[in-house]
């Protein structure tokens, strides 16, 4: 079993939709969530980042943690063309010595494609 | 926001040849950088921690003396491919943290695509 699994799709949902993004993972020591956009052929782009459970919102992106089902969430609400792309979440936990390094672990990436 | 800068954005080499990636911090000083190696529809994988002024240390599997890292200086980094070959190429990708907290969250450079014929 993989430490984080994210469902690659593809997606595909029409312009204006609301669109879940969701990421499953077994460590339970993970604090730290983020997730990433990334465009064909291009770098990995920073979107939201959260610390431990709850909700962010940052324009027409949410981010929504919940630890105790070991369950993230990123939600875009009126989709654009211009979110079609990869999006990919990534966690980490504290440094502990017991196995838990701190690096960034990533899922697998979502194809998003939102069509006009 | 912090910018990371890789260059080039993409090479094709010859079987045998080497290849020299650069990545450098614009806006910030990096001591610690990342190179991550990503195939087609699949997740990146961390290749290698870059430390400036000392080694780098390299995830299981990855051969040091093929990705030879240099982290000379608080704001370069760069990843040469010794010997290259067919299977060696992929997109390669650089990150760094604003601060040295392992809670800081990586920004990532655009990447370099590496074809070897």
């Known amino acids: 079993q993989k430490e984080v699994e994210q469902d690659p799709g593809p997606l595909s949902v029409p312009e204006g939709a609301i669109v879940s993004l969701n990421c499953t993972y077994s460590?339970?020591?993970?604090?730290?969530f983020m997730w990433y956009r990334q465009y064909s052929r291009k770098g990995p782009e920073l979107l939201m980042y959260?610390?431990?459970?709850g909700n962010k919102e940052d324009g027409r992106f949410t981010a929504q943690v919940d630890k105790s089902s070991k369950y993230i969430s990123l939600f875009i609400r009126d989709s654009q063309p211009s979110d079609s792309a990869t999006y990919l979440c990534?966690?980490?936990?504290?440094?502990?010595?017991?196995?838990?390094?701190?690096?960034?672990?990533f899922g697998q990436g979502t194809t998003l494609q939102v069509k006009p | 926001g912090a910018v990371v800068s890789q260059h080039p954005s993409w090479v094709i080499c010859k079987s045998g040849t080497s290849v020299k990636i650069e990545c450098r911090s614009l806006?910030?000083?990096?001591?610690?950088m990342f190179w991550y190696r990503q195939f087609p529809k699949q997740s990146l994988m961390l290749m290698a921690t870059?430390?400036?002024?000392?080694?780098?240390?390299?995830e299981q599997g990855v051969e040091k003396d093929k990705f030879l890292i240099n982290h000379a200086s608080l704001t370069l980094s760069t990843l040469t491919v010794t010997s290259a070959h067919p299977e060696d190429s992929s997109f390669y990708i650089c990150?760094?943290?604003?601060?040295?907290?392992?809670?800081?969250?990586?920004?990532f450079g655009n990447g370099t695509r590496l074809t070897v014929t």
């Open positions: 990534a966690m980490s936990a504290i440094p502990d010595g017991s196995g838990n390094t701190g690096k960034l672990i």
């Open positions: 460590n339970s020591a993970f604090q730290y």
């Open positions: 806006d910030f000083q990096a001591t610690t």
């Open positions: 870059s430390n400036e002024g000392s080694k780098a240390t390299y």
């Open positions: 959260t610390y431990s459970s």
């Open positions: 990150s760094a943290t604003l601060t040295d907290s392992y809670n800081s969250p990586l920004h």
